[in-house]
């Protein structure tokens, strides 16, 4: 099957909400708030090129569109763009050989090529490749769009007439063949090839949910449903079984249409039999065991009458001709006929999301044992550079640069052009990244000719498809005084996030190189497009700007300077001079490490972009340089591996939003004291709001202050209007109106800094991340000194239109002065205005250590501390106040970025739950890993330590496997191939078992069994390394933790994986897992035995493969973001429709943009399944959210953190629609899954748990599910704190099942709990005191009419006349009610008064919140009481 990412059929949902998560998600996802999705279960088929399916309900969508135009003015071009596009679709009809005419969907911007792929992928049309189109006899060009068509129209009759095969459509035809035939073959998947990924969904929902619109069976019969989940699910388990993993899929067994097909032995055909149409010649065997020959001719397949030892290209009698092979097999082979039927009836059942392929590989770190099969096509892949479809282009290997630099170069002035820009940047970086990862392992495995053969190995550089590879060693002493082998190693990855920056800068002219590093069996391979002509020339000769020498010849260049400038304020990169050799001054606008390059095609190229961002001072100890005392007092500076160690964007950008905010409140308590000087009789007003006394609190110093957490909000739910970055305590020094200083600038500075506008380059504006330019009018130049992800900070602290708006100045009355006064001084040259003002601004800019006088400006030169670079005499102020701000950076990330890290982590807003999320947490703050040891310190001394007991159990086993990583990538370098598997399940044992893996086989024979192996089979070259034998698990470990010390300069306590597990309660399947995915290791899928001291818990056996680990850039969608945004802002303001219009179009760009699989997407679906459901949609919000899990299980994998979280969504909606037993399946199996990844301690299993103890009581298990809400009460009390309102609700759950079962005493004892917590914190009149208050005197009545019933027995008898007790089965609604109030989504009908006193509300508590009183203090830990006002999507998890 093609699969081509953009044929999907598409849908646009007519429900009137698909979007956002209203606050709710847990911010720790990164992509939480990106990207919808098209459709592809909506119609039998209609390809979207341009409009991703807006041709469906057009006149609805042209409304829209005026509809948000006239909501948001900012929006107007984008919206009016938007309608360009859509152009109303319409349906034709297809007629094919032998099949009924039948009716498709089509839309004007689809090209003549895409109807093809329908009709390949179709169940009747399918096995047909080699055919044209063809309107009134017209045969239409392939890649014409329909709407040039002259005579298309609504219901014209499109005819599919078969064409003459070439060679080349003939072997397209074959493959094509192949791959129906393999339709539901998982074992690419397993493989790690093309694109094909896991997913297991339809495993436990039986097929598909409900999408035709019958509904499985209702939970009617419950008696029938079975639920008791396996033993290993159930609270307290300690079983960690890896098989259900992958629980095997019925459908994957294989239908068996042919056992061989394979090109024969007598290819290509000879010259006479050329002459008589003959392009090739197959080889095949029947089902019924029946050997054939085939010749493909021009005009179609038939028989030959050759055998295996004679040639006879004669055709048989009867020679079968067919235009296909499916055709010529169906009429020789009964068995293929019927199967291959089956095969396609159930490929096409598959939902198409379980079957397009990804954007990037997946790999999966365990596999069955899957058949090797023969296959012709894969054989002869595996010996040509054929990289995917797109090699069947003419002139075979692509030239990467020039398709990566013309994408670039597309017109971007208007929607249809960025779209296709950006989709073609996408298309054309998604497969360089999959060229490039295949480049890598053929480098590593020997099969490329290295450009310098005469080289060791390790200096060895090779040219293969157009791509440059080069190994992560120091050549020729290039870094010996950087770090050696280790700044080698890491400098490719501060290469790629050089290229990722500059390439989200975007500047027109500017061009960076396709960039991708690949890990694969020890090695680190760098993969770089080529700059045409530097392979004819001296690196010397080529560079006109930047260092070759790391800063000892220094040359630059106008053009270059003129090109970096436009991108030194996004990047914070400040303009300076340095010394060259002859002690010439130069200007650059980098570090010296960048080189430019004007390639042979004139393009402007920047390379070696290692250090495009500045020093991390805190692990670069240089002489006679003191750090600051927060630094100093962590143990700072300390001595790291390699001299590259750089602070992160991400950073960068928290710190620059900072010292923005602490510039604002300088000028406007300077201009309060001014004016209170001038005007004495208003003095006394003045010092009532803010005392003067609160100046010298502003130290140019950082203080830990609030908004530090800025750039984590930049990928999640962005628009949040009380956004955490607010409700950050401020530790300023001054009294209480401080905070109130800090939180109002944090949401107000910006708004008002728009007008600003820059006259020159000195003069930069004062606005940065936190302004609230529209997003809509952000587009990729960023004209703001703020962060450099253009929308993903722009509404960085949730100024959306605030209903505060124009309040500030009430809140610091110097605020608007302090605002009006930047403006004035950015927009003019500063004349008009009186010197006073001038001092104020000046004195705010000294402080926070701007670079521009007159405005905010803040910018860091990357240069500081290299080693090398020389600096001229009259810089030396500069260069102070560069080292200065760096040392603040650095102080920042200890004294503000950590401890807020370990904050969202004891409020819940942040939850890692593996390595990878942990990783994603602590980079969306800007802190490095190396930096994990000091995480971990700080969690340990942390008061709240036992609420952080996951985080800190995750952290360590993050430390110890990266440690294991470190030490498994030079062991592997010593390995030869004959012996990977050996040395690969040797290292495990020694990792996890606890067999002492080598001390119960005596060395040498270890060694001599695997010498003897060797000589049998020798490859050539291959040394006799067998060093890794010798290794021992107390090695291992011992090296584990000196690896600890020395990189992270954390101490571990442990010898061996016993220790560790019993130590830091660790699982060491959950080691496995980690290890496996950091290394690439593939193993089987089986139940190992950790604990035998008898024999080894791997065998060689037992490792399957080794994959490679790929970093690389990903292009994103900008306007699809922007819109994204947008109407999130619109559905948290409250405007749900106009938010759901935006968010629809927002759908059809991302698919525009990335196809229909994209990670982005998925979490897009998400967020309209879960609106869907809000607004009561359920039936839509199950089918977006199946999309949701199938697309999260291919494109992040099957038990990642996020599938986790989609698995519970799609239960709750199951539920919602009566499929009771689907919705326990998906509990139990997303339970599964947790208890793998991170095991039962975590908070995010409370949760779980109460869903899976509510659906069990629905269906009247009540001591099952007393097990589960009772483990949920235990760890919601241990993590949110015994007096948590949580806590109040998991008591109130419990005493409902024990009221189900009639035991009143305990039912009263937990509701009792509940009520005494929710009496003491909220008081008794709130609205759940009350309610708790009823039900515990309706228990109480129940509890004393059973003790009468019960003592009437005793008195009476079997006469006594019994009052009939009411045992209530919980009713269905009772219960989903209550599951909504877990998942954070409450349903109240509202009147329209209750609506106005919730705007109110809404109001005084954004009030409270800016003035820095955190909501929590009004209603501790948990639900607020808007939300028993409003149906709203609260997630009080």
């Known amino acids: 099957m093609v699969s081509k990412t953009d044929d999907i059929p598409a849908s646009v949902p007519n429900c009137n909400v698909n979007t956002v998560d209203l606050v709710g998600e847990t911010p720790d996802r990164k992509e939480t708030t990106k990207a919808p999705h098209k459709d592809p279960c909506g119609h039998s088929v209609d390809t979207a090129v341009m409009n991703g399916g807006g041709a469906h309900n057009l006149s609805e969508e042209e409304s829209k569109q005026d509809g948000a135009g006239d909501t948001d003015g900012g929006e107007d071009s984008n919206e009016q763009e938007v309608i360009v596009i859509q152009d109303t679709g319409f349906t034709v009809k297809i007629q094919a050989p032998g099949t009924e005419p039948f009716d498709l969907q089509v839309s004007p911007q689809e090209m003549v090529q895409e109807i093809h792929q329908v009709l390949m992928d179709r169940e009747d049309t399918c096995h047909r490749t080699c055919f044209s189109l063809q309107l009134d006899s017209n045969v239409l060009d392939n890649f014409a769009e329909l709407k040039s068509i002259e005579g298309l129209q609504e219901g014209s009759l499109l005819k599919v007439v078969e064409e003459p095969y070439t060679v080349r459509e003939a072997r397209i035809h074959v493959r094509h063949i192949r791959d129906l035939l393999k339709g539901l073959d998982p074992s690419d998947a397993y493989n790690g090839v093309d694109c094909n990924s896991l997913s297991f969904l339809s495993v436990f929902t039986d097929g598909d949910l409900g999408d035709s619109g019958k509904r499985k069976k209702k939970g009617s019969e419950l008696e029938q449903i079975d639920c008791t989940p396996p033993e290993h699910i159930l609270p307290g388990s300690k079983e960690r079984p890896l098989l259900p993993l992958q629980p095997q899929n019925k459908d994957w067994k294989p239908m068996q249409c042919l056992k061989v097909l394979t090109m024969s032995g007598w290819n290509p055909p000879p010259g006479n039999r050329k002459m008589h149409g003959d392009l090739m010649y197959l080889y095949m065997v029947t089902v019924e065991e029946r050997h054939i020959s085939i010749t493909a001719s021009t005009r179609g397949f038939y028989l030959n009458q050759s055998t295996t030892y004679t040639f006879n290209p004669k055709p048989a009698n009867p020679s079968f001709l067919s235009h296909s092979l499916v055709e010529l097999l169906s009429q020789i082979s009964p068995a293929f006929k019927k199967n291959f039927t089956a095969l396609q009836k159930k490929r096409v059942q598959r939902h198409p999301f379980e079957r397009i392929a990804t954007p990037f590989q997946v790999y999966s770190w365990t596999a069955p044992q899957v058949d090797h099969t023969m296959d012709c096509v894969r054989a002869e892949d595996a010996y040509t550079s054929r990289l995917g479809y797109e090699e069947h282009i003419p002139g075979q290997t692509r030239d990467w640069n020039e398709e990566l630099q013309t994408t670039r170069e597309l017109a971007r002035k208007n929607l249809p052009d960025r779209l296709l820009r950006e989709r073609a940047i996408f298309k054309v970086h998604s497969d360089f990244a999959a060229a490039a990862t295949r480049g890598s392992m053929a480098v590593i495995d020997g099969n ?411 910018r860091f030169n990357p240069d500081i501390f290299s080693p090398g670079v020389r600096f001229p005499e009259d810089s030396a102020d500069d260069i102070q106040k560069q080292k200065q701000l760096l040392k603040d950076a650095g102080a920042f990330m200890v004294s503000c970025q950590i401890p807020s890290l370990v904050k969202d982590c004891l409020d819940h807003s942040a939850l890692p739950m593996d390595g990878a999320t942990l990783t994603e947490a602590l980079h969306q703050r800007g802190i490095n890993v190396r930096y994990l040891g000091n995480v971990l310190a700080f969690v340990d001394q942390t008061p709240a330590k036992a609420q952080l007991e996951h985080f800190y159990r995750i952290g360590i086993s993050e430390l110890i496997t990266r440690c294991a990583k470190h030490i498994f990538k030079t062991y592997l370098q010593g390995v030869e191939l004959s012996a990977l598997s050996a040395a690969v399940s040797h290292f495990l044992n020694c990792f996890l078992s606890s067999f002492d893996a080598v001390a119960h086989l005596p060395a040498d024979e270890l060694v001599s069994r695997r010498k003897n192996r060797k000589r049998r089979n020798r490859v050539p070259g291959g040394g006799d390394n067998t060093a890794w034998a010798c290794l021992t698990p107390s090695e291992l470990w011992k090296n584990i933790v000196s690896e600890a010390q020395s990189y992270y300069h954390f101490t571990l306590h442990c010898e061996n994986a016993d220790q560790v597990v019993e130590k830091y309660g660790l699982q060491k399947i959950t080691l496995l897992r980690e290890i496996s995915i950091k290394a690439g290791i593939q193993i089987l899928i089986k139940e190992y035995n950790f604990d035998s001291r008898h024999k080894p818990a791997f065998t060689e056996e037992d490792i399957l493969n080794i994959f490679p680990v790929v970093k690389h850039v990903n292009p994103k969608a900008s306007d699809a973001f ?316």
């Open 1122 to 1437: 922007h819109f994204f945004q947008s109407g999130q802002a619109k559905v948290q303001q409250g405007y749900l429709k106009e938010g759901c219009e935006l968010i629809n179009e927002a759908l059809n760009l991302f698919n525009n943009v990335y196809g229909a699989m994209h990670v982005e997407i998925c979490a897009c679906l998400r967020l309209l399944a879960r609106l869907n459901y809000i607004m009561g949609d359920h039936h839509e919000a199950l089918s977006n959210q199946q999309k949701a899990v199938l697309m999260s299980e291919r494109v992040l994998g099957v038990e990642h953190p996020n599938t986790i979280q989609e698995y519970m969504h799609l239960a709750l909606y199951c539920f919602a629609n009566g499929q009771l037993s689907t919705a326990l399946k998906l509990l139990y199996r997303a339970r599964y899954l947790m208890l793998m990844v991170c095991g039962e301690d975590h908070p995010e299993m409370a949760l779980l748990d109460s869903n899976i103890g509510l659906v069990l009581h629905g269906v009247m298990e009540y001591d099952l599910s007393l097990r589960f809400l009772e483990n949920a009460l235990a760890i919601n009390s241990k993590y949110h704190g015994p007096r948590s309102l949580k806590v109040a609700l998991s008591h109130h759950l419990v005493a409902r099942v024990y009221e189900s079962k009639a035991e009143f005493r305990s039912a009263l004892q937990q509701e009792k709990e509940g009520y005494t917590i929710y009496k003491n914190q909220v008081g008794e009149a709130h609205e759940k005191t009350k309610e708790s208050s009823e039900y515990l005197k309706y228990l109480t009545q129940q509890a004393v009419a059973l003790q009468r019933t019960m003592n009437e027995i005793y008195k009476n008898g079997s006469n006594a006349s019994i009052m009939p007790l009411k045992f209530t089965a919980p009713s269905m609604a009772s219960v989903l009610e209550q599951l909504n109030i877990i998942n954070g989504i409450i349903f109240i009908p509202l009147s329209q008064k209750d609506l106005e006193n919730l705007k109110a509300e809404v109001q005084r508590r954004q009030q409270l919140q800016e003035s820095g009183k955190s909501v929590e203090d009004l209603t501790v830990d948990g639900p607020l009481e808007l939300e028993d006002k409003i149906p709203m999507d609260v997630n009080v998890n």
């Open 448 to 858: 490329v000719m290295a450009i310098n053969p005469g080289e060791e190995t390790r200096m060895q550089m090779f040219i293969w498809n157009n791509i440059f590879f080069s190994l992560g060693f120091d050549v020729r002493d290039h870094y010996r005084e950087l770090g050696g082998d280790a700044a080698a190693h890491a400098a490719p990855t501060n290469d790629l996030n050089g290229v990722r920056a500059y390439g989200a800068v975007d500047v027109e002219g500017l061009y960076t190189l396709g960039t991708v590093v690949v890990d694969y069996r020890g090695y680190r391979v760098t993969a770089q497009s080529i700059i045409p002509g530097i392979l004819e020339r001296e690196q010397e000769q080529s560079v006109i700007y930047g260092s070759i020498d790391f800063g000892k010849t220094v040359v630059s260049h106008g053009k270059y300077l003129e090109l970096l400038e436009k991108t030194s304020r996004p990047l914070k990169v400040q303009r300076h001079n340095v010394l060259n050799e002859k002690d010439e001054s130069m200007e650059l606008c980098s570090s010296v490490e960048c080189k430019g390059i004007i390639g042979n095609d004139g393009r402007h190229y920047i390379l070696d972009l290692l250090r495009t961002f500045p020093p991390d001072l805190n692990f670069l100890p240089v002489e006679g340089e003191e750090l600051s005392p927060e630094s100093v007092r962590q143990g700072f500076p300390r001595q790291h591996r390699h001299r590259l160690a750089c602070l992160r964007q991400e950073l960068i950008e928290a710190f620059v939003e900072h010292r923005y905010l602490l510039f604002m409140k300088m000028a406007a308590l300077q201009l309060m004291q001014q004016k209170a000087n001038k005007e004495s009789k208003l003095a006394t007003l003045t010092e009532n709001s803010i005392p003067g006394a609160a100046v010298p609190a502003l130290p140019s110093t950082e203080t830990p202050d609030a908004s530090a957490e800025s750039s984590e909000t930049s990928t999640e739910t962005l628009t949040d209007a009380n956004s955490d970055a607010v409700q950050t305590e401020t530790t300023s020094t001054s009294d209480a109106p401080q905070p109130a200083a800090t939180e109002a600038t944090t949401t107000e500075a910006a708004p008002k800094t728009e007008p600003m506008t820059e006259t020159d380059s000195s003069a930069t504006t004062t606005t940065n991340a936190s302004q609230a330019t529209p997003i809509e009018d952000v587009v990729p130049t960023v004209t703001t000194n703020g962060p450099l992800v253009p929308f993903a900070t722009a509404i960085q602290n949730g100024e959306c239109e605030s209903p505060l708006e124009g309040k500030a100045e009430d809140i610091i009355p110097g605020l608007a002065q302090a605002k009006e006064l930047a403006e004035s001084l950015a927009a003019e040259d500063g004349s008009g205005i009186d010197p006073k003002s001038r001092e104020v601004v000046l004195n705010a800019c000294k402080a926070v250590g701007s670079i521009s006088n007159t405005s905010f400006d803040i």
